[in-house]
């Protein structure tokens, strides 16, 4: 493995990872510095829509993301739209939040398209260090960017194990190993 941790790679989780918030999880790194890292998990949907959670947003019923365990009162979003205002580039193609405002207008007017975007209730943070000796540990795999189209449309029920799969090796072989091996 031996690749460095940074802003727009993944982090897979291991198998057997102990923490629910994260189990089977993939999270995209949109920020990581000494001070401490962000992410957003890809791969846990809940049973909401936006429109549940931004009722002045008319109809756009886009599905939201379980981001983590982090402030689960606040709403974040990665897009294809480099034109929103105060936008972060995480990884080519993909961005991470920016003007709210502007997004919502430009929702309102039917500019935004539900496969290139998505939203997030909640993050995934660690403060200084944590990451890292979550990495020593190896808690998680670091992997690559995923092509901006897997992140914003890949089905979440198999992203974890389609990830490790095309990683190969012995990393396909643990994208097949049970939740639970006490059950098998």
């Known amino acids: 493995m031996g690749q460095e941790v940074k802003s727009g790679k993944i982090l897979i989780a291991e198998p057997f990872m102990g923490d629910p918030n994260f189990a089977r999880s993939v999270v995209l790194l949109c920020e990581h510095h000494k001070e401490g890292s962000f992410g957003l998990i890809l791969n846990k949907p809940i049973e909401a829509s936006l429109v549940d959670v931004m009722p002045d947003i008319e109809t756009f019923t886009a599905p939201l993301y379980y981001g983590g365990p982090c402030d689960r009162d606040t709403l974040h979003y990665i897009h294809q739209y480099p034109e929103i205002e105060n936008t972060i580039e995480v990884c080519p193609n993909l961005f991470w939040g920016g003007d709210f405002e502007q997004l919502k ?19 995934s943070g660690w ?30 029920e198999v992203l974890w194990k389609q990830v490790l799969e095309n990683m190969g090796g012995a990393y396909k072989i643990m994208s097949n190993y049970p939740v639970d091996p006490r059950l098998n």
């Open 105 to 123: 207008r430009h929702i309102n007017l039917g500019l935004i398209d539900y496969n290139s975007i998505r939203f997030f209730i909640g993050y």
């Open 127 to 156: 403060s200084a260090g944590q990451l890292d000796g979550e990495l020593s540990r190896k808690d998680w795999i670091i992997n690559n960017p995923l092509a901006a189209s897997t992140m914003l449309n890949g089905s979440p």
